[in-house]
C-alpha cells in the first residue's frame, strides 16, 4: 500500500529533505509486482536502493519504491570460485563483509563503498583498481513493462565507467532485484593502488590477506571521504574525464603536476579531483552545503541544504573547471 506525501530526507545519502508523492517498500517480488500493478500508466517512478547516488532537487511527483530485498547465499561453487547471490536491498558492505567471512576474494577492494547491491551494478561501482564488472556474472531484472524477470550476462549489462545499459538504452526499464558475483577461492590481490601500499607497509604488513587489503581500504576511504551518517554526500560527484593524448600534452606544459592515468594510446583520464582542486573549490563552504575539505570531487550537504543549490554549485564547478581548462566534467551522481 502506498503511503502518501512522505519526506525522503533519510532515504537518500545526502540527507536532501523532499517528499514523495507516493511512497512503499517491497521485500519480496510478489510485493513489488503488486505495487506495480497499483501504479498509474505515467506515474514517474523512481526505486531506491540506498540512495547512495542520487540528488533530489525537487519533490517527487510520481511514486518512489524503496527496494528492501534481503539475502546473501552462495549458490554454487567449485575448487576455485564461488557464484554469491545477494538480493538487490541488501547493503553493498554486507556483500563485501560475506565475502571476507568466507574467504572469498575480488570485492575486497570495493570496501565500504556506500550504496546497495542493485545499485552495484547498475554503475559499476568501482575503487582502488577493481571494478564490479570484474567478477560480475550475472543479474536478475524485473522488467517493468511486462513484469517478467530477465537474467544479463556481463556482455548485455554493457559496463562502462561507472557506467551500464541501466543507466542508458534501459533507463527506467529494469528493476534490478538480484546480482550474483564470481568470487575467487584462490586469491589474486590487487594492491598496486599507491595509497594500498602504503597503508599495508604502515601496519607493518607484507603478505596481506583479503581481510588486510579491506581494512586497509576502509582506513584510506575513512580518511579521505565524509561518512554519510554524519555529512550528507554522494561519493565522487562527478567523473573522471577522458581527453586525447593531445590535448594532455599541451595541459601538461601549462599545468606540470597535473594527476592522471594512462587509459591507452590515444587517450588520457584526469584525476577530477585534482582539476578542481586546483581551481580553488576544495573546502569551500557556502551556508549549510559545499565541497569537501578532503576531496574535492564530492560535495556535501552540511545539514538543511536544498539540492537545487548543490546543483547549483556542481554547475558552476562544470563551467570553472571548463574555462579554466577547457574540460567539460559530467555528473556522475543521478540528478532527479
Ligand atoms: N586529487 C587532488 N585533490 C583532490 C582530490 C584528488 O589533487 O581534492 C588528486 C589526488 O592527489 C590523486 C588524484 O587526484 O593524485 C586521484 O585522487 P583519488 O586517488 O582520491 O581518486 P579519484 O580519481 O579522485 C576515484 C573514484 C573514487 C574511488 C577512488 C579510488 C571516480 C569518479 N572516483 O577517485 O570513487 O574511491 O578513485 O579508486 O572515479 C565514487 O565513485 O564515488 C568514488 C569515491
Redesign the pocket.
Known sequence: MFQENISLKKLNTFGIDVNAKKFAEFDTLSSLKLLLDQCNANDELLVLGGGS?ILLTRDYQGVVLKNNLKGIEIISEDENYAFVKGAAGEVWHQFVLFAIENNLGGIE?LSL??GSVGAAPM?N?????VEIKDVFHELEALEIATQTVKKFDTKSCEFG??ESVFKRDLKGKYIIISMTLKLNKKHKLNTS?G?IEKELSSKGISSPNIKDVSDAVIA??QS??PDPEKIGN???F???PVISTIQFESLKEKYPTI?H?PVNEHEVKI????L???AGW?GKTFDNYGV?K?????LVNYGGAKGKDIFQLSQQILDSVYETYGIQLER?VNII
Open positions: 547516488n577492494n563503498i556506500p554503475q561501482i568501482g575503487a582502488y583498481g565507467y561507472r593502488y595509497a584510506i576511504r579521505k571521504l554522494s561519493g565522487s562527478f567523473k573522471n594527476a592515468y584525476a577530477a579531483g585534482w578542481i582542486d586546483q576544495k569537501h578532503n576531496q574535492a570531487l564530492v556522475e
